[in-house]
T-cell receptor
């Protein structure tokens, strides 16, 4: 079974600075998808960014980018120019190419300091 | 923008009582999921439907939990009897299939006292 680990329960960053959230996963599959989801206090999970395992190029969405290291099974999220609205729980998630449900990590609570 | 609707938003129930949650997925989404999220943890899948059929309920505590999606549209998750350990957020999500297009609802926060 696949597992997802987030070793940082809490992180903080100054507004306008850059922060990196870590994620590692374990799988025997070669084809899969990785995601970062944000869950603000309003609770709805919002997709931040996604990465296909077969793509070597790291995904980027505006201020959000990932560092995908397939061999190391690592998938970190970098948030640049942090904003107060980025404060939330961030979940790393794995999705097999053969199934449709997610395996989530335990989450990292990000605080943004003004 | 289309949303996954869930109700109620909050529910407080006494131990041993029955409780039910409702989810209305995005129109056209054939796949529906119920996740349980214990405070401070990531969501864990309880049950997955494809249309009206259960695809995966391996993590559903079937002695007390049941889920149905009778017409392949909206879904109900029931707990009977509720236990203190069932206190959690219950999230519904839907997708049209494939790796993308997955939308979560805002969840129902259950407190069992």
């Amino acid at each position: 079974a696949q597992t997802v680990t987030q070793s940082q329960p809490e992180m903080s960053v100054q507004e306008a600075e850059t922060v990196t959230l870590s994620c590692t996963y374990d799988t025997s599959e070669s084809d899969y998808y990785l995601f970062w989801y944000k869950q603000p206090p309003s609770r709805q999970m919002i997709l931040v960014i996604r990465q296909e395992a077969y793509k070597q190029q790291n995904a980027t969405e505006n201020r959000f980018s990932v560092n995908f290291q397939k061999a190391a099974k690592s998938f970190s999220l970098k948030i640049s120019d942090s904003q107060l609205g980025d404060a939330a729980m961030y979940f790393c998630a794995y999705r097999s190419n053969y199934g449709q449900n997610f395996v989530f990590g335990p989450g990292t609570r990000l605080s943004v300091l003004p | 923008e289309a949303e996954v609707a869930q109700s109620p938003r909050y529910k407080i129930t006494e131990k041993s009582q029955a409780v039910a949650f409702w989810c209305d997925p995005i129109s056209g989404h054939a796949t529906l999921y119920w996740y349980r999220q214990i405070l401070g943890q990531g969501p864990e899948l309880l049950v997955q439907f494809q249309d009206e059929s259960v695809v995966d309920d391996s993590q559903l505590p079937k002695d007390r939990f049941s889920a149905e999606r009778l017409k392949g549209v909206d879904s109900t998750l029931k707990i009977q009897p509720a236990e203190l350990g069932d206190s959690a957020m219950y999230l519904c999500a839907s997708s049209f299939g494939g790796p993308y297009g997955y939308t979560f609802g805002s969840g129902t926060r259950l407190t069992v006292v």
